[in-house]
Structure formats: structure tokens, C-alpha cells
């Protein structure tokens, strides 16, 4: 009984530490989240830490640091989400749910699709989608080269994220057939990112996608940075 007690104080104790860090995090990124939002925050978290047992889902070092290093590092797109209207979003790689997960928390008018290749990965994505309060949130157990093949998913989201995926150059080709006209990649990557996709269009002229956005932005509780990219179909100002 001791021992439960005890598991239990500390459980309750680590939620009310992310949940501070959530909310000091998110601040300081420049916006705020409700008590419903941090609540299904906190519950991705914790089916994570739950999960780490049977599925190898962040790195065991990430642990200490789940809030800094993936939530807030996966919000500091939201500026690049717009509010209204309901989008598409497609997640490539979606592993332990990171950007996907908050970035559909914080914008439910967004219809995410998280797309996760290994079984137990998809398995624990569909758990916490069943779980959180997130009713466009789904879950597509494929790998992104066969997604690619499917008449069903071409051209048809309208954001697609990439994050942990590498090498950079190469997810945004494989992605691109599955965006929308006027869909946008956002693509989380190093301090060479920018370089990256540059050095892509130069090498591939045919490619009919440019460079609209970068941004280097400090992540909250780490000494270090988020470099996101924004790719899209060229505009006037590209």
C-alpha cells in the first residue's frame, strides 16, 4: 500500500510540474492554453510514460524533459496555423504523437492525421486519440511511400508537418504529392534547414515549391533553438 501511495504522490507531483511548465512555456511562446487543452496535454504525457514499458517512443534521456523538448518544441509552429477554417494537417512520422498531438489540441478546428509506419506506435497513437478530446484526430497505420501511391490522400492535405524526419531534402519531396494546391510544409530541422530546402529547389527546378518562411525560435526551458521552415507553392513575394 506504501508503495502505491507513493507512486501515486509522485505521479501527481510530475503532472503539476508539466503543468506549470505547459503554462510558463506557452506563455512565454505568446499564447495561452485552456484548462481543457492542458488537460489533454497532460494526458498525451502521461500515456507516453505509460507506454515507454512496451514502445520505444522518445529517446530515454527526453524523459526529464518531455514538456520542453516535444510539447513546447511542437508549438512553436502554432503562429503558422491559422484559426479558421477547418484544414487538413498530415503528420509524416508521427511517432509518439509529436507535433501532431498539440498541435490538434491547441487548434481543434484542424483535421489531423497522424501517419505512423511501425504497429506499436500507430497502437499507442490510437489509444491516446480515443482518449483526448480531439474528435478530428486520427490515426493511419502506412508507410508514407505507399501513401503517396493512394489516389485517396494525393493533393489532399492542406498543412503537412515533418518533424524528427531525415534527411530533410528528402521528406519534403516524398511529401509533396500529398499536398493541396496551396498546402504548406512545415518542417521542424536543424540550423541548417533553411539551407536545406534552398540547396533542394536549386537541384530540383521542376520541384513547383519555394521557400515562404523561416524562423529560429528559442524553446522554452532549453538552451537551444527551433528552426522551422515553411514550404509552399511559390507567391509574388517567395
Known amino acids: 500500500m ?14 503539476s510540474c508539466d503543468a506549470s511548465a505547459i503554462r510558463d512555456g506557452c506563455g512565454t511562446l505568446g499564447f495561452s492554453v485552456t484548462d481543457a487543452q492542458l488537460c489533454d496535454l497532460l ?12 514502445v520505444n517512443l522518445v529517446a530515454p534521456n527526453d ?23 477547418p484544414l487538413s494537417l498530415l503528420d509524416i512520422g508521427s511517432g509518439a504523437g509529436f507535433p501532431g498531438i498539440p498541435l490538434q489540441i491547441l487548434r ?16 499507442f497513437l490510437r489509444k491516446v486519440a480515443a482518449q483526448v478530446s480531439c474528435p478530428h484526430l486520427s490515426v493511419l497505420h502506412a508507410r508514407a511511400e505507399e501513401v503517396v501511391e493512394d489516389p485517396e490522400h494525393r ?6 508537418t515533418l518533424r ?13 504529392p500529398l499536398l493541396a494546391p496551396s498546402g504548406r510544409i512545415i518542417a521542424y530541422g536543424g540550423p541548417d534547414a533553411r539551407e536545406a530546402v534552398r540547396r533542394l529547389l536549386d537541384e530540383c527546378p521542376s520541384l513547383p515549391l519555394a521557400l515562404l518562411d523561416h524562423r529560429r525560435i528559442p524553446v522554452p526551458f532549453l538552451s537551444r533553438f ?3 521552415v ?8 517567395a
Do not use: M
Not at 67 to 84: F, I, M, N, Q
Not at 114 to 122: P, T
Not at 155 to 160: A, N, Q, S, V
Open 43 to 54: 494526458l498525451h504525457l502521461d500515456s507516453i510514460r505509460t507506454w515507454s514499458g512496451r
Open 108 to 123: 481543434p478546428n484542424l483535421h489531423v492525421t497522424l501517419l505512423e509506419s511501425r504497429r506499436k506506435r500507430a497502437l
Open 63 to 85: 524523459f526529464p524533459r518531455l514538456v520542453s523538448r516535444h510539447v513546447l518544441d511542437s508549438l512553436t509552429a502554432l503562429p503558422w496555423l491559422p484559426s479558421a477554417p
Open 2 to 15: 506504501f508503495h502505491v501511495k507513493q507512486a501515486d504522490h509522485l505521479h501527481r507531483k510530475t503532472a
Open 155 to 160: 493533393h489532399r492535405y492542406d498543412l503537412i
Open 230 to 237: 515553411l514550404v509552399g507553392a511559390p507567391t509574388e513575394h
Open 164 to 176: 524528427a524526419v531525415a534527411p530533410l531534402a528528402q521528406a519534403i519531396r516524398l511529401a509533396f
Open 226 to 228: 527551433s528552426y522551422l
